[in-house]
C-alpha cells in the first residue's frame, strides 16, 4: 500500500503507548494495532480526528504517501524489526 502509518513516531515523540491512547480516545487496543501496523485498509475521520486530538498533531503526522516501491521496502524493514523484537 502507498500509505504509510507513522504513529508509532508520534506515539514515541509524545512518549504516550499505544493502551494509554487506546484508554484517552475510546477505541479497542486491537484496532489501534491494526491501524499502527499498517494493516487497516481504512480509517473514519471521527477516529483520525480523536488521535490528532490526543496526541496534538495533524492528519500528515501519522499519515505519509509514499511509491508502492518505497512502501514495500520500508514494509519488509518493519516487518524484519518485528521479528528482533522480544516479545511481550
Do not use: H, W
Not at 503526522?61 to 522480544?86: C, K, M, Q
Amino acid at each position: 500500500m502507498s500509505i504509510l502509518v507513522k504513529l508509532d513516531d508520534m506515539l514515541y515523540k509524545r512518549r504516550m503507548t499505544l493502551t494509554e491512547l487506546s484508554e484517552r480516545i475510546g477505541i479497542t487496543l486491537a484496532n489501534l494495532s491494526i491501524l499502527k501496523t499498517g494493516k487497516a485498509r481504512a480509517v473514519r475521520f471521527s477516529t483520525l480526528d480523536s488521535i490528532c486530538a490526543a496526541l496534538q498533531c495533524q492528519p500528515g503526522d501519522l499519515l505519509e504517501f509514499a511509491p508502492a516501491s518505497l512502501a514495500a521496502s520500508t514494509e519488509a524493514a518493519s516487518a524484519r524489526g518485528r521479528e528482533t523484537e522480544p516479545a511481550l
